[in-house]
């Protein structure tokens, strides 16, 4: 944590989210440097979602309570692409965006898919189309990035090389970034940091000092998943 | 080893054509599909006709139907009444489409405008626009604006039920993109509700373009002076078949046309699907 010392670009206190009277998020604390890469982990129904949800202000109809502050530019990758079906691959990346044609055109350079940009989403493969949607968040240089399982429906092979590439993409415009994830794998391989989300709380916390070749043999990789694994409730 | 697997596997491929896959899509389109339907009609009504299985007088053979038709275009009267029936239903489907669309954004976009204008236009749905026709005459009268008006009724309703349709059934999940990209609310009727309302809008655009023609032909037969209707309803009063016949053919053409214009539309602007029917 030592680099991020003293800045944030997310502050979580005592949040609170609920559900028909059923707390889902019980009291979190959660605090995000400039540039940090913070991988969530958690089982199905921890809350990874709702947390995520909040930070994204997608939730105004949910009943809680809490200090949450996040900065102006944020984008949301999703587990789908979640791209309009109807737009061409440029329209997508740009959307919303005024008069900003070269920047998505560079943007889809960037994630590998110049020259797709008038394809239709759907003649696009799944990894290609999730591309689009990371090319559609960072085209916008968000200062957080909120990615909720952005791989989950990817193939093995295609989700190593998404690996990659967000770490590159990350490297070169520097986004805080949030990404919940259920693979702990996944998450020591890009985070800074991981933490554990149970049952409303954060129960653990990982600061990963691997190194940028991050190894699944390494048995200093392998002790820090034994760990995140225990924090799951899952003995080996 | 390999040299004994390898006639077994080589059996085993052999076989598999015997496994026949059922293919669960239509199958690849026919080439002029459209046209095999309508030419086989007309093919049993000139057989019937030849054969004298079909007595002239109940329907006219077609050859006679195509000599009257071109009776009636040597001396212009099928020109300026089908003329004079084109502007109407032009003029009935225009306003009825702009009246379907405006209601089904105002209804679609907004809980108050559903709760105000669903129900009424529900009602109206179940009242045939054919039935408001005698209270149509007696506001409007007999002339021009009642014959546009019965037509724009009967428009309206299937653009609106299928143009609302289309919007409510637009995914959740853009709805919440368009919230993360900060779309404004302009930006999110152009950029999402309109274009993820268009097919609905033009299946009901399919409906509403026969609806057009199909008002028409019952206007046209009450107090009118000219139009399509008008010329086959004198051609009753004289007992001429063929007079009525093509006017039936002209109707019929007119509506097969103008939906193979909107089925045009629809591929086009619809390029981005991926249907059973592609």
């Known amino acids: 944590m030592a680099p991020y010392a003293g800045l944030v670009t997310v502050q979580v206190r005592d949040l609170v989210r609920k559900y028909d009277d059923r707390a889902v998020l019980d009291g979190v604390d959660l605090e995000i440097a400039p540039g940090e890469f913070v991988a969530l982990l958690g089982k199905s129904g921890s809350g990874k979602s709702t947390l995520l949800r909040a930070l994204a202000g997608l939730d105004p109809e949910v009943v809680g309570s809490g200090e949450l502050v996040v900065p102006q530019q944020v984008s949301v990758v999703f587990q789908d692409s979640r791209l309009l079906p109807w737009a061409r691959v440029l329209d997508n990346v740009v959307l919303g965006l005024r008069g900003s044609e070269q920047r998505g055109r560079e943007s889809l350079a960037e994630v590998g898919l110049a020259g797709r940009e008038d394809a239709w989403p759907n003649e696009l493969s799944g990894g290609e189309q999730q591309r689009v949607a990371l090319a559609r968040s960072l085209v916008r240089e968000p200062e957080l990035l909120l990615a909720d399982e952005p791989f989950g429906a990817l193939d093995a092979l295609t989700r190593l090389k998404m690996h990659a590439l967000l770490r590159k993409l990350c490297a070169a415009h520097q986004p805080a970034v949030l990404l919940v994830t259920h693979d702990v794998d996944e998450a020591i391989v890009l985070a800074d940091r991981v933490i554990v989300l149970d049952a409303g709380r954060l129960v653990a916390e990982e600061v990963i000092s691997l190194g ?9 990789f392998a002790a820090v998943r034994a760990r995140l694994l225990d924090a799951l409730g899952v003995t080996l | ?105 105002i209804s679609g976009l907004s809980r108050l405008g559903e709760a105000v204008l669903d129900g009424p236009i529900q009602i109206k749905r179940a009242i045939p626009s054919l039935a408001l026709l005698p209270l149509l005459i007696l506001w409007l009268g007999i002339g021009e604006s009642m014959k546009v008006v019965t037509i724009l009724l009967g428009v309206f309703v299937p653009i609106y039920i299928h143009t609302h349709n289309g919007l409510r059934t637009i995914d959740s999940r853009y709805v919440e993109l368009a919230q993360t990209v900060g779309l404004s609310q302009r930006e999110f009727i152009r950029r999402v509700v309109l274009p993820g309302a268009l097919p609905g809008f033009l299946l009901g655009l399919r409906f509403a373009v026969t609806g057009a023609w199909l008002s028409l032909v019952v206007v046209e037969q009450i107090n009118a ?44 602007a619809l390029s981005w699907r991926r249907t059973l029917a592609s």
């Open chain 1, 212 to 220: 940028l070749e991050r190894s699944a043999v390494d048995p200093e």
């Open chain 2, 225 to 268: 002076t000219s139009g399509i209707g008008y010329m086959m309803e004198l051609a009753r009063t004289y007992g001429q078949t063929d007079i009525i016949i093509v006017g039936l053919v002209l109707y019929g053409a007119l509506g097969l046309l103008s939906d193979a214009g909107v089925r045009l539309i629809q591929r086009r």
């Open chain 2, 1 to 105: 080893m390999t040299t004994t697997t390898l006639p077994g596997v080589r059996a085993a491929v052999r076989r598999t054509p015997a496994v026949r896959r059922r293919r669960l899509g239509p199958g690849k389109p026919i080439k002029f599909g459209a046209a095999i339907g309508p030419l086989l009609l007309l093919v049993i009504w000139s057989i019937g006709s030849a054969t004298g299985w079909i007595d002239q007088r109940v329907l006219s053979a077609p050859w006679t139907v195509v000599s009257t038709a071109g009776e009636l275009i040597a001396d212009g009267r099928l020109q300026s009444n089908l003329w004079t029936s084109s502007q109407r239903a032009l003029l009935g489907l225009g306003l009825g489409i702009v009246l379907g669309v405006v209601l089904a954004l």
